[in-house]
């Protein structure tokens, strides 16, 4: 970690004289860290004089309303369903009240914070300053401490908990940097260790499926056909993060893998968010790009002729606090970002990139002006116990404001179980019963994020029941269940910091009642209040992918949620050329009609030293609700507004 990374520099004070904060003001408990931070030990007492890049999210109107307002468009017996929101129409909705932005800027003001040191987002809903230590500690009624990696040796400032004026705290989300310690990039839901070289050729055909599952084994599963159209109002987007797109490998998948065949010259649409960069030697050498090229080719091979977008997001260098979702997010949301670099300090990455010396990039955060897709697809995945809570909150309700717009929002749900194995920082991780927090030693459940967010759709993984397309699907098991290194299971579970929405309400119920796994309050959120996950499921295992001119065998939920998102891309090319519109949030559709779902019955989720989750009759935390099945759901889709 670079010292340029801690966002702390040893200053004089302002030359301006601090106003006292009147002495009178109550604080009130905010925010505090839940566990003790196994990767850092706490040192020393930061410097009063350091200068921290301090923001303040502001609370946004009418969130209270959020269930309902996307209901209102999405329930499919809703009578304003389809009558998604303008952009401008959500931004308004949601904007904070002018009574928020004042009280907070009058409270800071008359804590000695001058008017002209405050600045605001172009949304008006954060407000930054820079402050010393002593001013922060002051505000915020806390104590700023040095803590120190214990395995890179780097520092980070961080505090234990803080408060907030009683007057005050209704109006404020959180502020930054306070508890932060773990900055946490998203993590690919595929571990290398299940990426196999096909030498032998002639996997192909239905016969091979238990092989090398290709474009005609997904076609007899899940009954859909080649799309029809070009339609350039319904391109489906791809995210990557730190995994690049070695464009060369498409025409090899085109040319063997497609049917019909693709032209050997298609390539996505590239769309660089804050620095991304296209494949390159380098990248492929190091192996960076199967998660990319398993993405676009088995996206591909579904939907065209419709076509692609890749949102390359992140300059790959500003790895000390690499990028959450939430610089993808501003880059599509003028009203959500902040321009002056008002995200999370240590858990989004900061532009001008402070790591100018190598090469980072130097442009400012982008805000706003990325396209929008009808359909994204995001097969990456963090930790909710290492994550705070308003912090997962604020992001999750972007999300929510996508499906407002007529935006269908996939995530791929895990590959560990009820665990979180592979995610950065925390290998075979679960979590304490005691606070909820990340613990390499724990035995409670860890559910992810954000698919633990009620907004989107999460999508677990299955596999050949019988090695045979005619004998159905199973929950996703490693084949190699003896090596605890690789264990892969279909991520799903109950959230510790979401509610359950209205539409799962009744599947989760049935589950619970009817299939109750029988674990105790300390291994999971077993209140009958929680968001469950995964929604729904699809292939997982042994998909057929080419990386540096060689064929793959690839398997990870980041294939399922591609598979599902391409699906769902073909669906709204039916409802296009019927004159509607696109789906946009799936769930209410999905839970209104299971019977458009292939139900998985068999297979588990293991982790935490238990066998996890069962699969069950109806929806389950493994599989969901199951696979599609094109057919039925393209008549309920057609039959809707």
């Not at 993808?328 to 402070?354: I, N, V």
């Not at 994550?387 to 996508?402: A, N, S, V």
Request: net charge negative.
């Amino acid at each position: 970690m670079r010292a340029s990374s801690i966002l702390v520099a040893v200053a004089t004070l302002f030359s301006a004289a601090a106003v006292a904060a009147p002495s009178n003001i109550k604080h009130l408990l905010h925010e505090k860290r839940d566990g003790n931070p196994h990767h850092w030990g706490k040192r020393s007492r930061a410097p009063s004089t350091g200068i921290l890049p301090i923001r303040i999210g502001l609370r946004q109107r009418n969130l209270e309303n959020a269930e309902e307002y996307i209901k209102d468009v999405s329930d499919p017996s809703s009578a304003n369903f389809g009558k998604h929101w303008s952009a401008e129409k959500v931004a308004n909705t949601f904007a904070p009240a002018r009574e928020t932005r004042d009280g907070v800027t009058d409270w800071l003001i008359s804590s000695g914070i001058n008017r002209d040191r405050i600045t605001y987002s172009t949304g008006q809903n954060w407000i930054h300053f820079d402050g010393t230590v002593e001013e922060a500690e002051r505000l915020l009624n806390t104590e700023y401490w040095y803590y120190q990696h214990k395995h890179n040796g780097g520092y980070r400032i961080a505090c234990d908990s803080y408060s907030l004026p009683e007057h005050v705290k209704e109006h404020i989300d959180f502020a930054m940097p306070t508890i932060q310690l773990d900055g946490l990039k998203p993590i690919a839901n595929l571990d290398p260790a299940r990426v196999e070289r096909i030498t032998s050729g002639g996997l192909t055909g239905l016969s091979n499926c238990s092989g090398l599952i290709t474009i005609e084994c997904l076609r007899a599963l899940y009954k859909f056909p080649a799309g029809n159209s070009s339609n350039p109002t319904n391109k489906m987007g791809i995210g990557e993060w730190a995994d690049y797109l070695y464009e060369p490998d498409l025409p090899i998948f085109f040319n063997n893998y497609t049917t019909p065949k693709i032209p050997n010259n298609t390539v996505p649409d590239f769309i660089s968010i804050d620095g991304g960069l296209r494949a390159n030697l380098t990248t492929v050498a190091q192996g960076s790009g199967v998660e990319s090229a398993l993405d676009f080719q088995v996206s591909y091979s579904i939907i065209w002729p419709q076509q692609l977008r890749l949102y390359q997001v992140g300059d790959g260098i500003n790895v000390d606090s690499v990028g959450t979702f939430n610089i993808f997010l501003d880059a599509l949301d003028e009203s959500f970002c902040t321009y002056a670099g008002g995200d999370a300090p240590y858990l989004d990455p900061q532009y001008p990139d402070p790591n100018d010396n190598e090469m980072g990039y130097q442009g400012q955060l982008q805000c706003g002006g990325s396209p929008t897709s009808n359909v994204f697809s995001f097969s990456y995945g963090q930790i909710e116990g290492a994550l705070p809570r308003f912090y997962q909150q604020r992001q999750c309700h972007e999300w929510m404001k996508l499906g407002l717009q007529g935006v269908s929002v996939l995530f791929a749900s895990g590959d560990s179980g009820v665990a979180n194995r592979y995610n950065a920082g925390y290998p075979n991780s679960c979590l304490n019963d005691e606070n909820l927090y990340v613990d390499n030693n724990g035995t409670r459940f860890s559910p992810s994020f954000p698919v633990n967010c009620p907004y989107v759709t999460a999508v677990g993984a299955t596999f050949l029941k019988n090695s045979s397309i005619a004998g159905g699907e199973v929950a996703v098991a490693d084949p190699d269940p003896s090596n605890q290194f690789l264990d892969f299971y279909s991520g799903g579970g109950f959230s510790n910091v979401f509610e359950l929405p209205s539409y799962q309400a009744d599947a989760v119920n049935n589950y619970l009642k009817n299939y109750n796994p029988g674990y105790g309050p300390n291994v999971y959120n077993q209140s009958g209040n929680a968001r469950g996950f995964p929604d729904v499921a699809a292939i997982g295992l042994k998909v057929v992918t080419v990386f540096n001119g060689k064929t793959l065998a690839v398997g990870g939920t980041s294939a399922s949620c591609p598979i599902v998102a391409s699906i769902v891309t073909l669906l709204n090319e039916r409802r296009l050329a019927a004159g509607k519109g696109p789906i946009g949030f799936l769930n209410p559709v999905f839970y209104a009609h299971p019977e458009a779902f292939n139900d998985v019955t068999e297979g588990s989720n293991p982790g935490c030293y238990t066998n996890g989750f069962q699969a069950a009759p109806g929806w389950d935390p493994v599989t969901g609700l199951g696979s599609p099945n094109f057919e039925k759901l393209l008549d309920i889709f057609l039959s809707l507004p």
